[in-house]
């Protein structure tokens, strides 16, 4: 029997990344309807403050005029251009200046795709081509950490350290590596302060460069803070002597903050709040508040240097995707960033993080949490089985995925990721808003609590 329902429909035609497709078949889509501020309303009229910020990146909330009006005027003006062979338009010209004017540290060039997974492919990229510039060409090894996500195309997906995103896809490609997570909670011995796990990473990022061969290694790429790893916050002294390390094999160092740009942790960059000093840095989702889809790659003066040479001896710099640079996609990213500055939003994110993570804090005590970490509006609650031996739940269970879907049913979109919880509402969540957060979270948890006895 033909069924009109969304329901039906969706089923019968759309796939859904990370999603059980089997189960989806049973189950079918949420379908959403509207959004208005950190409010989201789906087809049955329930309304769900988001948040995750969709994919941690909808920082404006969903209903911005001056971004919808941003595009609507651009779109009227030039929709379209490319940014190939010599060609430029205005926004894309006001973005990268500003994207230069506040970087976290000195960057030379800008360079516009349209997704996350995008930058850190292209970041792949001119590493390689950094190194071939420069008479090395077998320093190309690329390492990301455990639990990093860094995208899903071929090669983002192979910097990625999550299992599912590699089985049975062939990959990480070869020469690809991985290093121990930076989670002292589920990584750090027992006996170790959070100091000493970060030397004995370093320590470790050392001898894994030594054993490969520092002429072969060509860079490291890290989020400040990771997201879909399960909102990991950096312990201390990692990035200082992760740093050391890298500077002393002239690995480059890559931060993706494509989470973590554009206040997500109280500061424009995550880069600023945790000490980091990158070579590039990646960035996406916050930039148009999600509004449209752009990424952006910042690099160094160093590094172009290098493209400058390479494109002298190839006669021309061989990349480029249809959509990089969009003028309608770089209108609404120019005036998403005015907004962060004039509105205040991304100074507002201090003490909007103090009342979130002031309430959430007090939840380590919960017999389904272990730990409670983050900073700014990015946080992450580690759900376990057992308080003392810290180990989860058997993932069979999906305790976390029960979690996520009581606190779903309370009205609030939050995210099981592994092991843990994450939260990360818009920038432009209300305090009665964080007030309801916690409290919706804390239902669920209880809940699932009483359900396991
Ligand atoms: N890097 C990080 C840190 C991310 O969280 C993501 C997406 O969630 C990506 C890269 C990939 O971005 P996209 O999904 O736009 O390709």
Redesign the pocket.
């Known amino acids: 029997m033909l069924s009109n329902s969304l329901r039906d429909r969706d089923i019968a035609s759309q796939l859904h990344p990370q999603t059980n497709l089997s189960l989806h078949e049973k189950t079918g889509p949420v379908v959403m309807a509207s959004g208005q501020g950190v409010e989201i309303t789906d087809t049955n009229g329930k309304t769900y403050i988001e948040g995750m910020s969709g994919?941690?990146c909808t920082a404006l909330g969903l209903s911005e005029s001056r971004l919808a009006e941003a595009a609507t005027r651009q779109m009227g003006v030039l929709p379209y251009y490319q940014n190939f062979a010599h060609r430029a338009t205005e926004p894309g010209i006001q973005l990268a200046e500003t994207l230069l004017e506040i970087a976290p540290v000195p960057m030379s060039k800008v360079l516009f795709q349209s997704?996350?997974?995008?930058a850190?492919d292209t970041a792949i990229k001119l590493v390689w081509y950094h190194f071939a510039a420069q008479g090395r060409p077998e320093k190309r090894k690329i390492i990301g950490r455990n639990r990093g996500?860094?995208?899903?195309s071929i090669a983002?997906a192979s910097i990625t350290g999550l299992p599912h995103l590699h089985r049975d896809f062939h990959l990480p490609l070869p020469n690809f590596l991985h290093v121990t997570c930076p989670h002292f909670y589920r990584e750090g011995k027992p006996d170790e302060t959070e100091e000493q796990f970060s030397t004995r990473l370093a320590n470790e990022l050392d001898a894994l460069i030594i054993a490969e061969g520092p002429d072969t290694v060509a860079a490291f790429f890290a989020?400040p803070a990771m997201?879909?790893g399960g909102a990991v916050m950096p312990p201390k002294g990692y990035f200082e002597k992760i740093q050391k390390v890298l500077k002393k094999h002239e690995v480059l160092l890559i931060a993706?903050e494509?989470?973590t740009g554009f206040g997500r942790t109280g500061n424009w960059w995550g880069c600023q709040t945790f000490g980091v000093e990158p070579d590039m840095i990646t960035c996406?989702?916050a930039l148009t508040a999600a509004y449209m889809p752009l990424?952006a790659l910042l690099i160094s003066e160093p590094v172009y240097q290098s493209m400058k040479a390479q494109s002298e001896k190839i006669g021309v710099f061989g990349h480029g995707y249809t959509y990089g640079a969009h003028p309608v996609a770089c209108a609404v990213a120019n005036e998403a960033l005015r907004i962060y500055e004039e509105d205040g939003i991304i100074a507002g994110v201090a003490a909007k993080g103090a009342q979130l993570g002031g309430l959430l804090t007090p939840l380590a005590d919960h017999p389904l949490v272990g730990e409670v970490r983050g900073t700014g509006l990015m946080w992450g609650i580690e759900i376990v089985a057992d308080k003392v031996t810290r180990a989860p739940f058997d993932p069979a269970r999906a305790i976390p995925a029960k979690v996520q879907e009581a606190a779903f049913a309370q009205g609030l979109v939050c995210r099981a990721l592994g092991s843990a919880i994450a939260i990360a509402p818009p920038l432009v969540i209300r305090p009665d808003q964080i007030d309801a957060v916690h409290k919706r979270f804390s239902t669920a948890l209880d809940q699932i609590a009483d359900e396991l006895g």
């Open positions: 994919l941690w997704s996350g997974s995008e850190n996500y860094h995208g899903t983002s989020e997201g879909t993706d494509v989470i996406a989702k990424s």
